[in-house]
């Protein structure tokens, strides 16, 4: 809120351990068994900062669903809830993970599919994680070299 819109207020949404252990004991399950192909919290920055960090240490790119109409689309994307996860799995099992959360009463949404050189939304300009790589590598040291 403080970045995208410039103020701040309110308290942050409070910390349930229960779900934090829930959701992380889910998804280490998923690490073991072979399911996660990729995984990574989703914390400072939210959904998206995440999801960048994932394709810049991976190389790959991501196409994403629109935000739900329901939510405003900058809290849907960098919102910092907690107790949240990005998890990769093959096109195969998507369909059974999603089942699986829902019956574990584990709240679970497919937000595309990955593959390709960009991170596209849903009518957004698609960004390429070169591009993405390359100014969060060479930021620090242009900034030093007093050329930022």
């Not at 998804?27 to 400072?44: C, E, K, L, P, Q």
Request: charged letters at 20%; aromatic letters at 4%.
């Amino acid at each position: 809120m403080r970045d995208v819109c410039g103020r701040e207020e309110g308290a942050p949404p409070p910390v349930d351990l229960e779900t934090e252990k829930r959701n992380g004991n889910v998804v280490r399950g998923m690490i073991h068994a072979g399911t996660a192909t990729a995984v990574h919290d989703i914390s400072d920055g939210g959904l998206l900062v995440a999801l960048t960090e994932m394709a810049m240490a991976g190389g790959m790119g991501a196409q994403l669903l629109a935000a739900p109409a329901a939510i405003v689309p900058h809290a849907y994307w960098f919102g910092e809830d907690q107790a949240r996860y990005i998890v990769t799995v093959a096109a195969a099992d998507a369909g059974l993970v999603l089942a699986k959360m829902k019956g574990a009463g584990i709240p679970c949404v497919r937000i595309g599919t990955t593959g390709g050189d960009t991170i596209a939304i849903s009518g957004e300009k698609a960004v390429s994680v070169e591009m993405l790589k390359t100014g969060f590598e060479d930021w620090l040291p242009a900034y030093m070299a007093g050329k930022a």
